[in-house]
């Protein structure tokens, strides 16, 4: 495996589900770990290798006050990755709430927004080279009855990925939006307690259940690694998919 001790990233949603699953292997793999979430993210470690925040991603003073906290702690950012994000409103467009779809495309597209950004300035202000992820999702390319906010926010991920790529050609940032697959978090969770009347596709998810056929968040973390280190990364295009740890 690559030697990842001189490198730092930050991580955004990372109290529970695949950002703290992110978290603890990229601990596990040498990395210096900077984690927020609108709980404070706890995360075993010494104060040399991690930092965590309670922060909403919805705040961009917020997190550019995260951004120089973790430069202030570890000197510099390597890797951003922007994962927090909803699933809900679920259900037929007529009859979600405004204000929920209102904060979903807040949380799920300005959150993302200003993660890039505050990485985006950071890597300017000290030159070099950085990674970018956006944790997208196949929902970003295929649509789903019921999804109508997660698809258009996920989409929107993946062309703002897409434009950040064209317009920092000269910066030393390389970004991605990554579809990780699917992962067993309470996030799926909410999916198989939908009603098919709410998520017409429930059956498939009920199914990946049972079956187990999920990737774990190491296997992805191994993956979004590979994807920010190893040889390969710079290769793939900016949205991808990842393969599945079981497919």
Wanted: glycine share 10%.
């Amino acid at each position: 495996m690559t030697d990842l001790t001189h490198k730092v990233a930050l991580i955004t949603g990372a109290s529970r589900g695949l950002g703290a699953g992110l978290a603890t292997r990229f601990l596990e793999r040498g990395l210096r770990v900077a984690a927020c979430a609108r709980t404070q993210p706890a995360l075993a470690g010494t104060a040399d290798r991690v930092l965590t925040m309670a922060a909403d991603v919805t705040d961009s003073e917020a997190i550019s006050r995260l951004c120089e906290a973790a430069v202030a702690r570890f000197g510099r950012i390597d890797l951003w990755i922007n994962n927090a994000g909803l699933l809900a409103p679920i259900g037929p467009l007529r009859d979600n709430d405004p204000a929920a779809f209102a904060r979903h495309i807040e949380v799920n597209v300005v959150g993302v927004f200003n993660g890039s950004q505050a990485f985006i300035r950071h890597l300017r202000a000290r030159g070099g080279e950085g990674v970018l992820l956006n944790i997208s999702s196949g929902a970003a390319r295929n649509a789903y009855a019921g999804w109508s906010a997660y698809c258009a926010g996920k989409a929107a991920v993946d062309r703002m990925s897409e434009s950040i790529a064209l317009e920092e050609t000269d910066s030393g940032l390389r970004v991605h939006a990554v579809a990780p697959g699917i992962i067993d978090t309470d996030m799926q969770a909410m999916i198989r307690d939908c009603s098919p009347e709410q998520f017409p596709r429930v059956q498939k998810f009920l199914d990946l259940k049972a079956n187990d056929g999920f990737s774990s968040p190491a296997f992805v973390a191994d993956r979004l690694l590979d994807l920010a280190f190893g040889p390969d990364g710079a290769e793939q295009p900016v949205a991808m998919s990842l393969p599945l740890e079981k497919g």
